[in-house]
Every structure is written in structure tokens, then in C-alpha cells.
């Protein structure tokens, strides 16, 4: 068959040439037999010879195109034959006859497949030719790819700067996106130069397409925050004297130089001059503005202060004025109240999104922020409240939410929202919220108990939201606690439901405050009849509580404190708080230090203390590292780990503790060869593997250590959300820049997320800000980490996945009929699964041929510690093939990771962490019998 379809091509191009006709036909052939992965070699090399042979005759202009297509096309199925390609394709770009839509794409497939030096310098010259030619398509398509070509930023910034006055408006809209890019790189550090790009992109902002325009705004973005940054070294200049800025007297800060005088003028005026294009008719060009906005971030106090006024005060107008720039600040008044005041949601969104720097510089700009936020709580839209409360939660993050009981009640609306994901982040924003006076707490706590009698579906939530209050305000809750046992006695004549919702939100509330430092001494004002109650309510709150505490030490809690008597009145003051301070509060951390230490990591002594060891001595390695010992350390993790691993007996019953370290250990092992290619000079690298393949295991061992392991404590998420920082940056200091966008996205959320204050993570937060693209100043914030000690402590568990096919292999196949659905029926065993966990069943049949089917936990049942049960998916995408393997596997999505978008039929919208190995399917195609 295979000869049959080789010999038609020969014979069909043949025919092509002699008749001069445009029948694709041969290359129709040509195609179906490159992609085809049982094609052998020699077909192939047959293939490739012939339409070497045809680029050398005399040729319509779209034959051309289509056989270096076919040739782009051969060198990714099979690499072999690359070297042969490149030289064909070079031999190409030197013929003057060839058209320039095939230059282009000769030009684009050599320099994807080649970085020799020899080919990057010629083509130097080639994309200047097409740049300048007549084929306004070619152009724009260069300006679509100058990163690929290799020409110097010295030549390259002055074509962009040329072609951004095109007379056609999306070669106008390429160069500025190519500048952006150029600029991202750090490869342009003259001061002239830089200011030269920046004035182009203001310019440009008042172009009549509005594609122009929303490209100018972030090429003012990039180049402004570049200027502002490099303009201390030019502070000395003359002209600079003239921007010194009057700032009155609520805001000022003094000026101790001149450079810091000349970043902060700039810094102002790239603030102000996107602050101008936030009323653009354009809808995308005031998103644009808005995204720009929250990207710079950084400015005058006062500045910031004029953006969240609608009308600017006389006292706040600032005159900025230079040698290329005449704005007033109050160009800025309102920026703010109007994007979030605009008509469209996208905007308003956006809006939110960009008040989260100015609200995190100063408690002040945080309180208007947050006057203006209140407002948008009513908003129509979704989107716009969620991401008007996801501010507010970085706003509490960084100790700047101070909610004051006029926005309260608007506030507390939000928990009554119809949409789940608003309803939850509010119940975010609360856990940080602190509330000054008993009032506001009782309001807080009878919103929370009305919202869960709406949605009786947000219980655990709920009553884990209710728990973290009561401990934080143990004052307030002790002060409500006798209002409920009156409500709750049995004796009284009310009609209390002793199992509703509303009574397990009440009780929750009730017993977290003996755990609240500030109520010892209030301790046995609680009756002891209401933990009693709570016992009764056990199941429910424990599974609320379950990252806080697991069941059996919450019934041993509350079964102290139920036994727990009313001591003398007679006694003195000093004598209540000794027994209270030795008979509950001494007993109670002392059962939650043995819970946290060693109950539920059912660790047995000569285990739990080679993990101790183990953890405590990791620490040394990192000296070891830095002095170039990398094989000494490798070779000792690896006897750690051999030695851990002895201590696995049963591969069925895994032990949390004992897992987490072998994997942390891991991880450690792969931060420390990634570290090793950062520091050493290319030549080496080939010692320690690939860093692009380093880096993929690195973070898939760090996403489990995350999201596999519940129950971990605050200091353990804190040293795991550090090593990933580590990981992000680590990628963006190394020189391929293919692997910097999702390490600057990473980045990007855990800076916004994290609270944590190290020096690393200071020098990796003025990395980002200063400039995202400079792998040496990310590289120089790495000397500043340092492994750090990990204590295990906490309600530990391990989430994992058992699919069982049954008997199923190439003897005894599952049947399909092709383009029908085939059911698979599977046994799945979850172990540590919570019912919120998102799972999804992702079945592959090819790279290209995902399908993914939710596992919706609450139709199941079980327990969260071990659930059984049968699934039969249905498997859609059967194709016209006799036989094929389809590997199964349950990933459980991160919602708090990068958004990404996955292929396939429905899916999750996040990353996944896969919680077992796949599983290979056997299928087989129905045969009629005749």
C-alpha cells in the first residue's frame, strides 16, 4: 500500500509539471505519507529527495509555498532528516527569484530548526530585505516573529521604531508588540534610546485604530517602568533639574537624591499618561489601560490618592513637567471611579483587578479603595464582584482592611450571593477581617448562620469560618455563648432543632473559644453542656474542622471540657485562672501537640526519628551546594532515601509522614541539579540532564507536595510555596526564554497570594517589578534563599487513587464499534479525599486525543478517609482503527494554580496533580462475522 500511494505521488507530480496545471493532488500524497507514523525511511528519504529536486524547476509561487510546508512538516515527524532540510532551505534563501511569502517561510522553518551562528547572522540580512520589500503581508508577518530571527537589538529597535509608523495600522500594531517584546528582553539599556522607544509608544496612543492604540498602551507600560528604572543613572543630567515635584504636605516624602528624585518623576508620568487612556472610546484600549495600570503599580502617594477622586482637589494638582512631557496630575482624577463605573463588566473587572497595588501601599489608599469596592459589591456582573472581593482579600493579606460597620452590611450581602465562588471568597475576606467591637461580631455571626440556612450546601465551610472567628474574637464569641445555651436548654419553651445546620454553625462557634488565648480566664463561664451537644453533632464538625484537628481528638477535646465542673465562686480570681490555665488550656495544647507530633502520622519510634533526622540534617546540604560539592550531595539524598524507603512495607498502606519526606527529598534532589545549571557555566550542563526536563519534574513533585497531602500546617505551606517560588525563578534566570511565561505567570499568583516577608521573596517581588525578563537579576535573588528547617507537625494525610480495570489485555480486549461511545468500567478506591475535591477521570488515546469526565464525589458513598465505588465513563472519541490502548488516570484539578485552558471534551479550567499511575486499557474493535 505504502509503495502503491509513493508511486502515485511520482507519477501525479510528473503530470503537474508536464501539463504546467495547480493540481495538489501529489502533494496531497506527499502529506498523508509524512504524517503517517508507520511511513518507513526510505519512502521518506524518497519523498524528500523528490521535492528537493521539484524546488530546483521552474515553479507556480504557491507550489513553492506548499513544499517548504511539506518540508517543515518532515523535519518535526522525523529529525533525522533535519540537517538535510536545513541545507535545502538555505540554498533557498540565497536564489533572488523566489517569491517573498516563500522567502518568509524558508526563513521562519530554518531558524526554528537551527541556532547555528553562521544561519542566525544570515538571516540577519534576509528579514531585513523582506521588512523592506513591497509584500505588506511578508512585513507584517516579520513583525509578527522578530524574536525568532536573531537579528541585533541595535538594528532590530531601529526597523520597530520605523515600521510603527507603517501606513498600515496592524504593521503598526506588530512593531509596537515587537518593541514590547524587545523590551521584556532587556536587550536596549541606553537612556537616549529608551526614552526614544517610550515617547513613540505615547504617541501612538492617539491613533485612530484602535488596535494601534491598545498596543501603545503596554509598549508605554514596558518602556515606562524601563525608563523610570534606568533614569538614576542619567540624574545627573542637566534637564532633570526641572522636574523636581512639590508634594503637598499630607503625602510628602523627602527626597534624600536626585536619582531617587528622577524614578519617582518618572514613575508619576507613566502613571499619568495610562491614566489618560482609561477613557478611551475603545473598549479593549481602557482593559488595556487598566491592566497597565495595576502591571506599573508604583507611584506618588498623591498621585494614587487623585486616581479615587472623580473631581480633583486643588490641593492634589501637581505640574510634571520635562523636557518631553507636560501632564498635571490631575489628568489622573477619577481613573479609578470611572473604570469602575464603566459600562462594561470587562472593564470594571479589569478596575478591581488594578486597585489591588494602591491598596496595599498604605492603610489610607487601601480605605478609599475600599469605599469604592463596597459599591461594586452590588454589581450585576459576577466577574466584577468576585474580583472586587478577591482585592479585598489581598487588601486583608496585607493588614490594610479595616471594614467599618457602614460597609458592613453591604459586605455581609455578599454571603447570600446565588453564586457559590462569591460566597466563598467572602467567606476569605472574613477569616481576615478583625472586628473591633461586639456588635459587628454578633452581625458577622448571625449573617453567616442566615447564609447557611440559605445554602445548606456551604455547611463544612461554614462551620470552619465560624471555628477561625470564634478563636480569633474568643472575647466576642464567650459574650454570645450564654445566649445560645439559653436558646439550646432543653427546659426553655423555645423551638430549637437540635439537628439543624443552624445549631452545628452555633456550636462550632461555641467550642473554639476555649482554644482563643484572650478567654482563658472566661473559660468556665461556657457551660459544659454545650460541648455535650456538639458531641452529638461530631461527624459534621469534624468534617469541617478536618484541617484544623481530625475526629478523634475533637471527641477527646470535647469530652474534656464536657467534664469540665464550675469552680467555686468562694475561690479567688488568681485560683480560677491556675485551674483553668492547668485544667483545660494545659491539658488541651497538650493533646493537640501529641496529635500534631506523632497520633496521626501513625509513625512507629525508629521511623519517626530517621524522618527527624533527616529533615533536621537536609539543611546542611545547601552549603555543600553552593561550595560546588553537587555530587557529594546527590549521593546523599539518595542513601536517605533508599534508607526511608526500607521502612515501606506495605505499597497498599502508605504512610503520610513517611511519603511526604521520601517525595520532599526529591524535590530537594531536583532543586539541587536545577540549581547547579543556573550557576555553571553550558559546557557542564550535560552532567546533570536537561534543565526544561529538570524543571517539568521539579514542579509536578512540588504541585503534590501542595495538593496530595492535606491537613498541612501554616509553616509547611509557607516552605513549600518557597521552594516553588525558588522553582519559578530559577526558570526565569536561565536563558531560554521558552520556559519563562508560566514560571512569570507562577510568580506572578503566589506574589499576590503570599504573605510570607523572607529576603528571597523581597528580591524576587523587585525582580518582577523592576524587570521581567532579566535572568541575571533573577539568578542574583537566588543567593539570597537558603533551605530552611522543616518541622512536621499537624493533621497530615496523604490523597491518593486506586483504579482497578479488572481482567482486561490483548487476550481479552474491551470491544468498540468506531464512532460510538464504549463504556469503561472501572473500580476506584480514594484514600484522604475530601467531597469538595474536584476529580477528573482523564483518558488518553493519543497526545492530541484527551477526553476528560468529572467525578462528582457527592454521588458516592463513603467516607473522606477511604470511598469505593464503580464508575463507568463513557469514552467518546473511538476511532477507525482495529485495536488501540487507552491509558486512564484521576487528576485532581488546583484551583488555586495557573488558569489554563485543556483540550478535549469539557475539562478543567486549572492544572492538575494526577493522584495514581496510569492504567492501560486494551480495546479492540468488533469484527462482523460472516
Excluded at 408 to 415: A, C, I, K, P, R
Excluded at 799 to 814: C, F, Q, R
Amino acid at each position: 500500500m505504502e509503495q502503491t500511494f509513493l508511486s502515485d505521488f511520482h507519477q501525479s507530480l510528473h503530470k503537474t509539471q508536464l501539463s504546467n496545471s495547480s493540481s495538489l493532488k501529489p502533494f496531497s500524497i506527499a502529506n498523508s505519507l509524512i504524517l503517517n507514523p508507520s511511513t518507513s525511511i526510505p519512502t521518506l528519504s524518497s519523498i524528500l529527495q523528490t521535492l528537493t529536486q521539484t524546488l530546483n524547476q521552474t515553479l507556480p509561487i504557491q507550489f513553492h509555498v506548499i513544499i517548504i510546508s511539506l518540508l517543515s512538516r518532515l523535519s518535526i515527524t522525523h529529525p533525522n532528516f533535519t540537517s538535510s532540510i536545513t541545507t535545502t532551505l538555505n540554498s533557498l534563501l540565497t536564489r533572488p527569484t523566489l517569491s517573498p511569502r516563500a522567502t518568509s517561510l524558508a526563513l521562519s522553518t530554518l531558524v526554528s530548526l537551527t541556532d547555528k551562528p553562521e544561519i542566525l547572522d544570515m538571516s540577519e540580512g534576509v528579514f531585513l530585505s523582506l521588512c523592506f520589500g513591497s509584500s505588506v503581508s511578508v512585513r507584517h508577518k516579520m513583525m509578527l516573529n522578530v524574536e525568532k530571527f536573531g537579528v541585533r537589538p541595535s538594528v532590530l529597535v531601529t526597523v520597530l521604531l520605523g515600521f510603527s509608523k507603517d501606513p498600515f495600522p496592524y504593521v503598526r500594531k506588530a512593531a509596537l508588540d515587537g518593541l514590547v517584546w524587545l523590551c521584556k528582553c532587556r536587550r536596549v539599556v541606553d537612556f537616549r534610546l529608551v526614552e526614544s522607544c517610550y515617547l513613540r509608544g505615547v504617541e501612538l496612543l492617539f491613533d485612530s485604530e484602535e488596535c494601534v492604540r491598545c498596543s501603545a498602551v503596554k509598549m508605554v507600560c514596558e518602556w515606562g517602568m524601563l525608563i523610570a528604572e534606568i533614569s538614576k543613572d542619567e540624574s545627573k543630567k542637566d534637564w532633570l533639574d526641572s522636574l523636581y515635584l512639590q508634594v503637598c504636605e499630607w503625602g510628602k516624602f523627602l527626597v534624600t537624591n536626585s536619582e531617587d528624585k528622577s524614578k519617582r518623576v518618572w514613575s508619576d508620568a507613566v502613571y499619568v499618561q495610562l491614566c489618560l487612556m482609561v477613557r478611551d472610546m475603545s473598549v479593549n484600549v481602557r482593559i488595556e489601560a487598566f491592566k497597565a495600570l495595576g502591571r506599573v503599580g508604583m507611584a506618588s502617594k498623591y498621585v494614587l490618592m487623585q486616581t479615587l477622586f472623580k473631581r480633583f482637589e486643588n490641593k492634589l494638582v501637581e505640574q510634571l513637567k520635562g523636557k518631553h512631557f507636560n501632564l498635571q496630575a490631575s489628568s489622573a482624577a477619577g481613573a479609578f471611579v470611572h473604570g469602575l463605573e464603566d459600562e462594561f463588566y470587562e472593564v470594571r473587572s479589569a478596575a478591581c483587578n488594578s486597585l489591588r497595588m494602591p491598596a496595599i501601599l498604605s492603610a489610607e489608599l487601601a480605605a478609599r479603595s475600599l469605599g469604592l469596592l463596597m459599591d461594586v459589591l452590588n454589581d450585576d456582573s459576577t466577574i466584577v464582584r468576585l474580583q472586587a472581593l478577591e482585592t479585598m482579600h489581598h487588601m486583608a493579606a496585607f493588614g490594610h482592611l479595616k471594614v467599618q460597620e457602614v460597609h458592613l452590611h453591604m459586605f455581609l450581602g455578599t454571603l447570600n450571593d446565588m453564586n457559590s465562588s462569591v460566597r466563598s471568597t467572602a467567606r476569605k475576606v472574613l477569616r481576615l477581617t478583625k472586628l473591633h467591637d461586639l456588635p459587628m461580631f454578633r452581625l458577622v455571626v448571625d449573617s453567616i448562620i442566615q447564609s447557611l440556612e440559605i445554602y445548606p450546601q456551604d455547611e463544612p465551610d461554614v462551620l470552619s469560618l465560624l471555628f477561625e472567628i470564634g478563636r480569633s474574637h474568643g472575647g466576642f464569641a464567650v459574650n454570645i455563648i450564654n445566649e445560645i445555651f439559653l436558646e439550646m436548654d432543653p427546659s426553655s419553651e423555645s423551638d430549637w432543632e437540635f439537628n439543624s445546620s443552624k445549631t452545628a454553625a452555633r456550636l462550632a462557634l461555641a467550642i473554639s473559644a476555649p482554644l482563643s488565648h484572650g478567654t482563658r480566664q472566661h473559660l468556665y463561664s461556657i457551660p459544659s453542656t454545650i460541648f455535650s451537644y456538639a458531641v452529638t453533632m461530631l461527624g459534621r464538625i469534624s468534617n469541617a474542622l478536618n484541617e484544623v484537628m481530625n475526629q478523634e481528638t475533637l471527641l477527646a477535646y470535647l469530652s474534656h471540657c464536657s467534664r469540665s465542673t464550675i469552680p467555686n465562686s468562694t475561690l479567688p480570681d488568681s485560683m480560677h485562672d491556675k485551674i483553668v490555665e492547668d485544667d483545660v488550656c494545659t491539658e488541651m495544647d497538650n493533646q493537640i501537640t501529641l496529635f500534631h507530633v506523632a497520633d496521626q502520622h501513625e509513625v512507629h519510634d525508629e521511623e519517626y526519628s530517621y524522618v527527624k533526622f533527616v529533615l533536621a540534617n537536609i539543611v546542611e546540604i545547601w552549603p555543600l551546594l553552593k561550595m560546588g560539592c553537587i555530587s557529594e550531595v546527590l549521593m546523599t539524598l539518595r542513601s536517605w532515601k533508599e534508607e526511608l524507603a526500607t521502612y515501606i512495607t506495605d505499597p497498599h498502606q502508605t504512610d503520610s509522614v513517611l511519603t511526604f519526606t521520601l517525595q520532599y527529598i526529591h524535590v530537594v534532589k531536583l532543586l539541587s541539579k536545577a540549581w547547579w545549571h543556573v550557576v555553571l557555566p553550558r559546557d557542564v550542563h550535560n552532567k546533570v540532564g536537561d534543565m526544561g526536563y529538570i524543571m517539568q519534574k521539579l514542579e509536578r513533585r512540588l504541585g503534590e507536595l501542595r495538593y496530595r497531602f492535606i491537613g498541612l500546617s501554616k509553616e509547611e505551606e509557607l516552605h513549600i510555596e518557597e521552594l516553588t517560588l525558588v522553582a519559578c525563578t530559577m526558570r526565569l534566570s536561565f536563558s531560554d526564554f521558552r520556559l519563562h511565561e508560566s514560571a512569570l505567570k507562577k510568580l506572578s499568583i503566589y506574589n499576590e497570594t503570599s504573605i510570607d516577608t523572607s529576603k528571597f521573596k523581597i528580591e524576587v517581588m523587585s525582580a518582577m517589578q523592576k524587570n521581567d525578563s532579566d535572568t541575571y537579576r533573577f539568578r542574583e535573588s537566588l543567593e539570597f534563599f537558603s533551605l530552611k528547617p522543616l518541622i512536621l507537625g499537624g493533621n497530615m494525610k496523604y490523597m491518593k487513587a486506586e483504579v482497578d480495570i479488572g481482567v482486561n489485555d490483548w487476550s481479552t480486549p474491551l470491544h468498540f464499534v468506531p464512532g460510538l461511545p464504549v463504556g469503561i468500567r472501572l473500580k476506584i478506591r480514594l484514600h484522604n479525599t475530601p467531597i469538595d475535591t474536584k476529580l477528573w477521570l482523564v483518558m488518553t488515546l493519543s497526545k492530541d486525543l484527551i477526553q476528560y469526565v468529572f467525578i462528582d464525589l457527592k454521588q458516592f458513598e463513603g467516607s473522606d478517609k477511604i470511598r469505593e465505588f464503580t464508575f463507568i465513563p463513557p469514552f467518546y472519541r473511538t476511532a477507525k482503527v482495529s485495536s488501540c490502548i487507552l491509558r486512564v488516570s484521576i487528576g485532581m484539578e488546583c484551583c488555586s494554580e495557573v488558569f489554563c485552558s485543556f483540550r478535549g471534551h469539557g475539562g478543567p479550567n486549572h492544572e492538575i496533580v494526577y493522584l495514581c499511575k496510569e492504567k492501560e486499557v486494551f480495546l479492540s474493535m468488533v469484527v462482523k462475522k460472516s
